[in-house]
């Protein structure tokens, strides 16, 4: 038993639904997950967080969903999300009227900005910025304790800024995107068109210092990843960036070179710590079950 109430708490992603049941202070008293179908999305996340009420050792105040897209996060409508094939989704009132619970619906990279901030990395900043660098690349960006979410809530698109002049072109239609370059996709699709085989950026990081064509792709990727930083840095001023995402997972291959380019590319301020996130793949669910205890209060 967890002694205190609860708040149900998923991650919605293209392949998978992260649910747990957690407490307030973060700690997951039962957790469940599953594959995310190709159809009828919004039946499958309405039984998966009725399973997990059912699960739910004590009382359930409330629930929280991070999904990603674009989406006004105050009415709960996702505009725009590709990977779930939703426009204009009603999300959190199809939820409300279906769970009969106070329900929060976030930005997945924002919500996971929160829990870092709340539980993770972050604590103690006002001023920071979280980039998971997986498949692609996204931001949260807390400035004065607040989340950036733009006019049309399509802030933090961090992987589509065209650092590279008439470089490599990007899914988005855009050409030198910075996650093209940087990310456990354009890593890997970099090695395997410079004649490379066909390998996982963590195999293609592995080769580093025996193989020549990873030293090279990997260091293009980060010198991108430089560039950006620099950029934000000199925008928004951040205390400290938090990488998060499978690709921040490379250690000291990423940290020591990113840090150095970063530092010489800011020639009159000093360079924010730079540092991995400290929930993982966790922060997104951490941050939905935050956002379901702040819609119960």
Not at 139 to 161: P, S, V
Not at 189 to 206: H, K, P, Q
């Amino acid at each position: 038993m967890s002694g205190g109430p609860l708040a149900l708490a998923v991650d919605l992603g293209g392949t998978a639904m992260k649910g747990a049941v957690v407490s307030e202070a973060g700690a997951v008293v039962a957790e469940l997950t599953r594959p995310t179908p190709a159809a009828d999305i919004l039946g499958a996340l309405v039984t998966l967080l009725r399973d997990l009420r059912d699960v739910a050792p004590d009382e359930v105040v409330g629930a929280g969903v991070a999904t990603p897209g674009i989406l006004d996060e105050e009415r709960g409508i996702v505009h725009y999300a590709s990977n779930l094939d939703w426009r204009e989704v009603p999300l959190l009132d199809i939820l409300q009227s279906q769970l009969r619970l106070p329900v929060a619906v976030g930005h997945d990279v924002r919500a996971a900005g929160l829990a870092e901030r709340s539980l993770g990395a972050a604590r103690g900043f006002d001023d920071f910025a979280l980039i998971p660098i997986g498949t692609g690349v996204a931001a949260a960006l807390i400035t004065a304790g607040g989340t950036i979410t733009g006019a049309t809530g399509a802030a933090g698109e961090f992987g589509h800024i065209p650092v590279v002049p008439d470089g490599e072109p990007c899914t988005c239609g855009q050409r030198g995107c910075l996650e093209v370059y940087m990310s456990g996709a354009g890593v890997a699709r970099r090695y395997a068109e410079a004649g490379g085989d066909a390998l996982s950026a963590r195999t293609i990081v592995s080769r580093l210092g025996s193989d020549p064509l990873a030293d090279r792709i990997w260091d293009e990727a980060v010198t991108v990843l430089a560039q950006g930083l620099v950029t934000m840095t000199l925008m928004l001023d951040p205390g400290v960036i938090v990488l998060g995402g499978g690709v921040s997972q490379a250690g000291d291959a990423m940290f020591g070179p990113l840090e150095r380019k970063v530092r010489a590319g800011l020639a009159w301020r000093a360079a924010p710590a730079i540092v991995q996130s400290a929930l993982g793949g966790d922060a997104g669910r951490t941050g939905a079950g935050l956002l379901a205890f702040g819609a119960a209060r």
